[in-house]
């Protein structure tokens, strides 16, 4: 069975020396799950990218869509499912070139306590995630060579933000 993975970025604030932080059991169990995993497989599962026609000017800027992240549980694994649609803007914010792929991440999963939803969407989004994200950005820089655009590069992601840093366009001059 697959669940929507859900955000559960914020501040943590301790209200006194002595009290636990809110939510400091969720946090408890995400440590729990980084404990009890181990990476198995990285790997691509769609690729597909589309020109409009002919591109007159190279994209000048670039929309993300990360979708919303799926995960499978089973006695000994956990798997996570991202699809990612990268739309490449021209000029006039006209779509030219689209940009898709999908990855499952694999882990092993070693016996312990019941992992709540919670813990497992926020694991997710918060660890998973960027370890996925390099093959993203390797996807996307790949596909846009082979659409003949120039090399489409997606800067560092930041914790706590959906998208990169940055992003370059790799021009014949650079």
């Known amino acids: 069975m697959s669940h929507p993975a859900q955000s559960h970025g914020g501040t ?47 994209p000048k800027q670039l929309r993300i869509d990360p979708g919303t992240p799926e995960y499978r549980i089973s006695d000994d694994s956990i798997s996570c499912r991202f699809r990612h649609i990268v739309e490449l803007l021209n000029d006039d914010q006209n779509v030219c070139a689209t940009v898709e792929s999908h990855h499952v991440a694999s882990f092993a999963l070693e016996p312990g306590r019941d ?26 820089q790949a596909m846009t060579t082979r659409l003949s655009l120039e090399p489409v590069v997606l800067g560092t992601l930041l914790r706590d933000e959906g998208r990169p840093s940055g992003v370059s366009i790799l021009t014949s001059g650079t």
């Open 115 to 140: 992992i709540s939803e919670d813990a497992v969407s926020m694991w997710v989004d918060h660890n998973v995630f960027f370890m996925v994200y390099p093959y993203l950005r390797e996807a996307v």
């Open 12 to 58: 943590l604030k301790v209200e006194s020396p002595t009290a636990a932080p809110p939510g400091s059991d969720l946090l408890e169990q995400v440590q729990d799950i980084v404990r009890r995993t181990r990476l198995l497989d990285i790997r691509l599962t769609h690729w597909s990218g589309d020109v409009q026609f002919t591109v007159q000017n190279e």
